[in-house]
């Protein structure tokens, strides 16, 4: 019955990547202007996809929303970006990232691409410092590391807590070579309407000039989608607010399927809700989990007095404090991974422990006195004083907290106006990044030919769990070193093609399509703006298919997206025209698809009877709350074939997972 | 968090599109969060004028943490509003008193063409960018080791500086000149300041430059505005170095 052929190369682990590289096909230098390549997409995979492919000299189209391609939201990532470089001498080592990488994911990651990964992180390293990538080194001048959750070593290469920003500039500026040299055609302020399907094969796309409105027709021998993760669906998170499905989601109509659309990182450190009129939640990186300490007052009186402004954190006494991170799970401590700690963050404040005056309560804190102690007495020592007093101690901790931290704290202190070198910061678990995405095989083709899908938006290598400094790395990796080679062998066949034709009656059925949706939402009519639909989602998302979910709540949550979209279509109002710059007739194009994408979530969160990585049903734990798998049973990815509108109707498709090479296990951290 | 709710009045910029004529308009706004961002507070606006069937206004945001750099805004006056060190996503409403009167307008600069409304064209920075603003090495990963180099952390740490640069164009909002030079100042500093980009240092900063003034930019006059105005203290020193440089392109390549 299964569609699904991961095209997983023969041999064993450490060969399967060079042996199918030396394998696969390739296209002449004098043949690769004839071919043209769309990117969707400019985030790390996207900009490393088009400025590789118009490197070797594919003519290449690529696509992004924003004013410019370097706003796409990988920007925002903070922390880090993990290689098995072992430059610390730690024990780490391509195998080791590897392990972690399956065993971070739950087991439900495909070996074969994550040993890829894994092989290919070294060079990403090499590649940004070529580029002139800025990042943190020590005073030998030699590059610094930290650690992130779920690994033991330091392998995590950083430029303060604004790597992804540091890397996506790497990669617009590879990019910006590109355009300069004309290889590249940049579309900025653009987004992909539809893909055209020719033949079965991926042949082009509709897109719409947002400043002008007007549709146009794009075609291709080869569509790359990198158009990032579903966030979104849950109205707040992390995500910037143009952030979407849309690409994705066109892609799943046309025919790829959708794999484990509820996996979905909550990410444990993030600014709490403040209230209703809120739009998006902020990260703090998990990198501050390195010198961080993460507690609830043990006393539920305690918490009370801190919710009610009666007490100030800093009056608890220690032995009043619950470390439960430490407590819990003394091996890893507070850098267990992300699923982990948010899930033990949920449970203190459902047990009434949480520290925030919001509706909910929910909040923990992120404490840095004690390294700001011990990094201050390090420091002293340096400095030749071996009897600091506390205040210099003090002082000089908060300077080295400034260097590695500065704008994560300054950035809580905007936002919160609170100054988190006097008092721990008040942190919170939200929606961050998705795992699932369009099913692709080994080569990250989906299940339409020509159709390729890189980054967040592909389900590849996360299993149900992402690791912390491993998004950055996949982009990148699939970009730079993966894509290159598989599209080439993609495009192999398609060098006697020619141009392709954007006047046949497949572009022509697609752009009308396209244009019915538009005028539709825009003669509707209705009374409710798409925000207001947007939250509903939302709300219906977190409470039900959220950190925490099970039978009754999805089922629930089944009805009500399924009649939340029927309200929508009628009663959504859109103002102004088709032919103008219009925010809201974009955001109801994507509204639209999160609906429908939203449903999905929680129908494949309902079939899937077991508790992995991020995603948790109530009904899987063991006596302590950690999660059960079942392996005999889910131990496949599970993709979802489109069927209508009505998500309900989705048809699984079942890749089965073969751990050849690492003995699957129960997850430990303790 | 106490937050209280605060009225304000708005006098907002409306421009239907590039070649329309622009005039501010009036609105009120009633139980704004001072918790609220102020982008927060022209959603609240924006729902309002939907539910009245009225247009919406058009403004640029997208990350909503101040790292993106898409967001703009001319706020009473000053690019970003009334803050320092962030840009207008950052900006709370805690900074505005009840009863306020709050100006916003677009970047304004001849290089930063109107959209609509408050929406403005920055596609000069990235053409800068497309003239030189890059390493000329390929993507193959097959470079030299990563640790092959040793990079005095000073240098590292000045080029990094200069390369959280966001290309909000605040720099150039906020010059009486319109100048870019902070903006490509700083990319040309980044690179000059690694070995990585000293190769073609020479030709980086003679095309970014050219580019630059073919853009419409104005000239440096050293107000300092922009320094001041930056969202991420991008420092004038950048602006120094890249003069320095230039000056030793033009008398080399010359």
Redesign the interface.
Known sequence: MSKLNSRIPEGPIADKWTNHKNHMKLVAPNNRPKIDVIVVGTGLAGA?AA??LG?MGYNVKAFCF????????S??AQGGINAA?N?QNDGDSVYRLFYDTIKGGDYRAREANVHRLAE?S??????????????????????DNRSFGGTQVQRTFY??G?T???LL?GA???L??Q??LGRVK?Y?RHEMMDLVKIDGKARGIIARNL?TGELERHSAHAVVIASGGYGNVYFLSTN???SNVSAAWKVHKRGALFANPCYVQIHPTCVPV??T????L??MSESLRNSGRIWVPKKKEDAEAIRA?KLKPTQIAEEDRDYYLERRYPAFGNLVPRDVASRAAKERCDEGHGIE?NDTNEGVYLDFASEIKSKGKQAAYALGDHNPTEERMIELGKKWIEEKYGNLF??YQ????ENPYETPMKIYPAVHYTMGGVWVDYNLQSTIEGCFVTGEANFSDHGANRLGASALMQGLADG??VL?YTVSDYLANEIRTGKIATDSPEFDAAENEVKETIDRFLNNNGSK?V?HFHKRLGLIMWNKVGMARNEEGLKQAIEEIGLLREEFYKDV?V??SSD??N??LEKVMRVADLIELGQLMAVDALHREESCGGHFREEHQDSEGETLRDDEKFKYVGAWEYNGSDSKQSTLHKEDLNYEFIKIAARNYK | ???KFINITLKIWRQ??SKAKGALETYTLNSV?T???F???L??LN?QL??E????I?F???????????CSLYINGRAHGP?S??TTC?L?M?MFKDGDTIYVEPWRSRAFPI??DL?V???A??RI???????????????????AI????AD??K??EA??C??CGACVASCKNGSAMLFVGAKVS??AL?P??KVEATDRVLNMVRQMDEEGFGNCTNTGACEIECPKGISIENIARMNREFLKGALTKA
């Open positions: 490393s400025a590789s490197e924003q004013d410019s391609p370097r706003r796409a939201h920007i925002a470089k430059y290919v070294g060079n990403i390293i090499d590649q940004c410092v070529a580029q002139g990538v800025p990042f943190a080194r020590e005073y030998g001048g030699l590059l430029a303060a604004q992804g920003q540091q500039l617009y500026s590879a910006s070579r355009i300069g940049m900025h400043v910037a607010m143009g403040h209230g009129n809120q739009s998006k902020t990260l402004g005056a300054q950035m905007k936002i919160t106006d730079y070193f290159p703006s925000d109002y103002p102004g103008e710059m925010p809201e | 968090m106490a937050s239907k599109n969060s918790d609220s961002s982008l927060e507070m959603d609240q729902e939907i539910n069937k009225q247009s919406p058009a640029d945001h997208d990350c909503r943490e101040g790292i993106c750099g898409m803050d060190g962030i950052q709370h805690r959209i609509k929406m064209d920055r596609s920075f990235d960018q497309q003239a030189g603003g890059f390493v000329s090495v390929n993507t193959s990963g097959r470079t030299m080791d990563a640790n040793p990079i005095p952390k590292a740490d080029a990094f390369a959280a966001i290309g980044q690179y690694l990585q980009g």
